[in-house]
């Protein structure tokens, strides 16, 4: 089925004095998706989910979300997770998820119930009545996780969600996106653990300082880098393969010291589109004797690392 | 508006809860409680003090032991007077005998005005004895009996033998270890201190000084009279000798004169009253009454009031949004409800529980005076008749909402800022300073609440509140009234409006606070 987008943004910028936090970016979101929005550190995720939810106001360009102008008209219906994390500390752990419930319209009945639903299926009935100060940080943030998402919101924008988490909570944080996906409810979130947007994202944008390097979905982006076969064999790989679907055929310097001093490694980057059997069938046809051959699918990671990183790195060292 | 307020119950909610919110709503009550009782257990327990008097001239002794007693006689009076006060009959007796009535009325009229002739008085028409016939009629069934207060002086016998022609030295000598507190007395089986030694020497009436003549006894500092004691601070004991000695020595002056004691002591006891008269009061009603006194000076009390829950209040607030602003649950809250909202359901829910803190404290104070029927309560009964009576609470619930709006926009603006409270602490001090102001003149202005300094005062906004609730029981001029308070409710509107437009800049700022220039700035931003 074919609905208006949730979200809409259009040619939005917004600068902090001399500095570009965000240049130029548009991008739509489809009902019902989960939606990875990732970049390296201080690539302006946060200031772009921030002039989402209207509490900062773009310089320049248009943001339609959940069909208004202004996400403040709409804001019961949005679910949002800041990146840094804190809840009142003196509150009792429902009571602060039935608050935050409230504010977003609930009732105060409802909210009350929906928060120790929420807590018994999440796994966090023990705490309902504790008070936040004795929780530890990585329970602290699913119940924030919790109190943001509430009340059902159509729109859910979660900053970072995994940071901080151990695996076994990642997961739960992981199946709970996957629920609220199931039930119809779109969801954003923002990370730089490519894993996640690997295992749930439908469509992902990639931005790095403020600007829009990828929007696309899963296959799109690994579409963007090559595949790559690495072989190692005991001679000369002659005759090279040669075909149209063949980028290029690199020697690597061997890694370990190889049983067998001739050995020797290299590297073939592939069209998207070729078939790794190719090489294969070369070797076999030249009478090559392989002793390894490795095919891999590029990770997301590294169609991250590919994108930004050189920016990534610069930033780092910085 | 229900996001506002949603967000003003859970600040009142919480604020509720913490320690700091029941300390001070208890502290008021306790402090209360604590001052008369602790006064109650203090006058109870001064023990009694001994004192020794060696009379070498023999003509003054009898006076100062005179004076000890008529002291001791005017405590009894005093408590007489309260303890009349206290357990009189709310609705006089229609057979009341004679004219007991007025008799009690006059006495309690006649200690206020002068306490030396009323002692006098009473002494010569009989004690106690005769003022407790007076009284019977008009106390009430149940009353208790009276219980007169103990003596707090009393004549002690030497310790050691001091002979006829001993000099003041030799007798100070000698009971140096008893004056220094090293021996103690030993008095019906138990020891005390000797508190005092009075020394009349000899050959004291060279000491008198006389208005115009030589003064032979200036040059030597112990010269009249020795007072011996070892507590500096207890004057009563000191000043009753002085007083009874001079009295003695004035009485012997007139009959060396040739007057007659009798005549002086008349003409002493002649008195023209001064009426202390309001020109405000309608006719028949210009006396000015305790009541009226009260009045005059309750609005300090509300002042003070006000300034300590105010501050109490934008304390809190301040903190609170530091507090929302470091664990940056200021975001959610923005991203369901506008800065405005959350400003103003802050401002609700503290100020609700600042109006709170005051009802208790009120409250405690008014079971306090219902509750505790003892000597002093009997003003404090008053007070609270003339708080009832006057328009003083409707000013102070006007004055204080006022004052709470302007500063706690101020605070919130600040705190907003300031992601610490130590941050926060360089941009309160201007401000402590300002609000120190009206704490340091409330007492000036209370004596003259119409003057330039009150008037010029009232006019700056920041000081308004204090200022006017301060000048509310002198019915300062209508113009003051009125152009006073559109100036405050314009500048409430206009803080409120600028700290709006800090506090959505401010909370989602981080690092430093900001410099002057860039509040300037932030004041200018059109959002």
């Known amino acids: 089925m074919q609905q208006a987008p949730v979200l809409e943004l259009k040619e939005v910028s917004k600068r902090y004095g001399s500095f570009t936090a965000v240049n130029n970016i548009s991008f739509t979101i489809p009902a019902g998706s989960i939606y990875g929005f990732l970049g390296p550190n201080g690539a302006g995720k946060t200031t772009t989910i921030r002039m989402i939810l209207d509490i900062l106001k773009p310089d320049s360009g248009s943001i339609r979300i959940l069909g208004e102008s202004c996400a403040l008209n709409v804001r019961h219906r949005i679910g949002y997770l800041p990146e840094e994390k804190g809840l009142y500390k003196k509150m009792r752990v429902w009571a602060i998820i039935a608050y935050f419930a409230t504010l977003k319209g609930m009732s105060r009945k409802a909210a009350r119930a929906q928060a120790f639903e929420l807590l018994e299926r999440y796994g966090l009935k023990d705490y309902a009545e504790s008070k936040v100060e004795s929780l530890s940080k990585g329970m602290g943030q699913k119940v924030q996780v919790l109190s943001a998402v509430a009340h059902r919101p159509e729109l859910v924008i979660l900053d970072e969600p995994f940071s901080g988490l151990d695996p076994v909570n990642q997961e739960v944080l992981e199946q709970l996106i996957k629920d609220m996906a199931e039930a119809g409810q779109t969801v954003i979130f923002s990370t730089h653990i490519m894993q996640h947007a690997e295992r749930l994202c439908d469509r992902m944008l990639l931005i790095t300082k403020g600007q829009k390097v990828f929007d696309g979905t899963l296959d799109d982006a690994h579409a963007l880098i090559p595949r790559r076969v690495v072989l190692e064999c005991q001679s000369a790989l002659s005759p090279a393969p040669a075909s149209a679907d063949i980028l290029s055929v690199t020697e690597l310097p061997l890694q370990r010291p190889a049983l067998n001093e001739a050995t020797r490694r290299w590297e073939i980057l592939l069209n998207e589109q070729a078939d790794p059997q190719m090489i294969l069938q070369h070797c076999f046809e030249q009478r090559i004797a392989l002793s390894r051959f490795d095919y891999t699918q590029p990770s997301l990671h590294d169609v991250f690392v590919h994108l930004v990183g050189s920016d990534a790195r610069e930033h780092a060292l910085r | ?527």
Request: with cysteine.
């Open chain 2, 1 to 527: 508006m229900k996001m506002i307020l949603l967000i003003a119950l859970r600040e009142y909610g919480e604020n509720v809860k913490t320690k700091g919110f029941w300390a001070g709503i208890l502290l008021f009550p306790l402090i209360l409680i604590g001052v008369f009782f602790f006064q109650t257990l203090l006058a109870e327990s001064t023990p009694s003090r001994y004192y020794l008097l060696v009379d070498q001239s023999g003509r003054y002794g009898s006076a100062v032991d005179a004076a000890i007693r008529q002291e001791h006689q005017r405590r009894i009076l005093q408590a007489f007077v309260s303890y009349v006060l206290e357990n009189r009959r709310d609705q006089p007796l229609t057979q009341m005998p004679g004219q007991a009535n007025e008799q009690i009325d006059q006495l309690i009229d006649d200690v206020g005005v002068d306490e030396v002739a009323a002692v006098d008085q009473w002494l010569e028409s009989g004690g106690i004895d005769f003022l407790l016939t007076l009284a019977a009629p008009v106390l009430r069934e149940n009353a208790p009996p009276f219980d007169p207060p103990r003596e707090q002086f009393l004549q002690a016998e030497s310790p050691v033998d001091i002979p006829d022609d001993a000099s003041p030295e030799e007798i100070v000598e000698r009971l140096r270890p008893w004056l220094g507190g090293e021996r103690s007395l030993l008095i019906d089986g138990e020891r005390s201190p000797l508190f005092a030694l009075i020394l009349i020497p000899r050959e004291v009436d060279s000491a008198i000084q006389r208005p115009g003549a030589t003064l032979p006894g200036q040059s030597t500092p112990s010269g009249g009279v020795q007072y011996w004691a070892s507590n500096l601070t207890d004057t009563r004991l000191p000043n009753a000798i002085e007083r009874s000695i001079n009295s003695t020595i004035r009485n012997n002056e007139f009959t060396a004169r040739g007057v007659d004691i009798q005549t002086v002591r008349n003409v002493q006891r002649t008195r023209l009253p001064l009426s202390r008269l309001d020109p405000r009061k309608e006719a028949g009603e210009e006396a000015v009454s305790v009541a009226d006194t009260f009045r005059q000076w309750a609005p300090v009390g509300f002042v003070y009031l006000m300034f300590i829950s105010l501050m109490q209040s934008v304390q809190y607030l301040l903190s609170n949004t530091i507090e929302e602003k470091s664990n940056r649950i200021i975001e959610v809250l923005l991203a369901s409800v506008t800065p405005l909202e959350l400003m103003m359901g802050k401002l609700l829910g503290i100020g609700l529980s600042g109006i709170t803190t005051i009802a208790a404290w009120l409250l405690s104070f008014f079971l306090f005076v219902v509750f505790y029927p003892g000597t002093e309560t009997e003003l404090i009964t008053q007070f609270f008749q003339v708080l009832m009576s006057s328009d003083l609470i409707p000013y102070f619930i006007f004055y204080f909402l006022a004052g709470y709006a302007l500063y706690a926009g101020i605070f919130l603006a600040i705190g907003s800022l300031c992601n610490t409270l130590k941050e926060a602490q360089s941009l309160m001090m201007p401000m402590m300073m300002i609000l120190i102001a009206p704490l340091v003149t409330m007492t000036f202005i209370a004596q003259d609440p119409n003057g330039t300094v009150a008037r010029i005062m009232s006019w700056i906004p920041l000081f308004t509140p204090f200022t006017m609730m301060n000048r509310a029981a002198a019915q300062p001029p209508l113009t003051d009234v009125i152009g006073t308070t559109v100036l405050l409710v314009l500048s409430i509107a206009l803080v409120l409006w600028l700290s709006g437009k800090i506090f959505r800049q401010g909370v989602l700022r981080t690092g430093q606070p900001p410099r002057i220039v860039e509040i300037l700035r932030m004041l200018r931003h059109r959002h």
